[in-house]
């Protein structure tokens, strides 16, 4: 049996591919686009590019393996954390993500600090309010891009938004959703508390 492994990372997505022993049997990478940065502090990638990566990545481990698709049996994936996808109801990209490392959001984090309190963002999510996480990077386009926001119908992280590509379904896991701001990290489940917080329907989550 062979299985495949992808991670979307920030500049480039790598798949590898390993046997049942855990021997790798052939590796490959295809960088990404630079992502954007229209303001100092911003940071934008455009997801459709990950997913082309994801697809050029993958032959070639295939080809360098010399191995055909339907021998491949079973996915991971791994990536990198707190960007934020928007999709609307037909499953478009709205606008680029926000990825990690984009610091726009000082005043969302501060907001949210000052709305809920430095000690119960703690309890509810084991985080303090930071610009890199998911949920302040959604307040701000829902603040300054609010045509954008209203049209919003589903939320991902950058990982998930190759596995949708990838089989239709809208999942994440916990160790990704735990970089949110918007996961019950002690109970593993979406906060409802923070959602109602904040007044965003859970609706717009993937399944965990």
């Known amino acids: 049996m062979y299985f495949l492994g992808i991670d979307v990372g920030t500049g480039g997505t790598r798949a590898l591919v390993i046997d049942e022993g855990g021997r790798v049997i052939a590796s490959a990478t ?3 686009r630079p992502f954007t940065s ?4 911003w940071a934008e990638q455009d997801p459709r590019d990950w997913w082309r990566a994801c697809g050029v990545a993958v032959h070639k481990a ?12 079973c996915v991971g994936l791994s990536g990198q ?5 928007l999709l609307d109801e037909q499953a478009r990209i709205i606008r680029p ?9 000082e005043k969302q984090s501060r907001d949210l600090t000052a709305q809920i309190g430095a000690a119960r963002l703690i309890q509810l999510t084991c985080n303090p309010a930071l610009t890199n996480f998911t949920l302040t990077k959604c307040l701000w386009v829902r603040e300054n891009e609010p045509a ?17 590509e990838l089989t239709g379904e809208r999942a994440t896991d916990v160790a990704d959703a735990s ?12 906060s409802k508390e923070m959602l ?3 007044e965003m329907d859970a609706s717009l989550l993937p399944a965990l």
């Not at 954390?81 to 996808?85: E, K």
């Not at 993500?97 to 959001?105: E, H, K, N, S, Y």
């Not at 954008?148 to 949708?164: E, G, I």
Request: proline share 3%; net charge positive.
């Open 97 to 105: 993500a926000l990825i990690w490392c984009d610091v726009r959001t």
């Open 38 to 41: 229209p303001q100092i502090g």
């Open 179 to 190: 970089g949110t701001l918007l996961l019950d990290v002690a109970h593993r489940r979406w």
């Open 148 to 164: 954008n926001w209203n049209r919003v119908r589903s939320l991902m992280l950058p990982k998930d938004y190759v596995r949708f």
């Open 62 to 73: 295939l080809a360098e393996g010399r191995l055909r698709s339907d021998q491949i049996s």
């Open 196 to 198: 109602g917080l904040v």
């Open 30 to 32: 295809e960088e990404h």
């Open 81 to 85: 954390m707190h960007g934020a996808v």
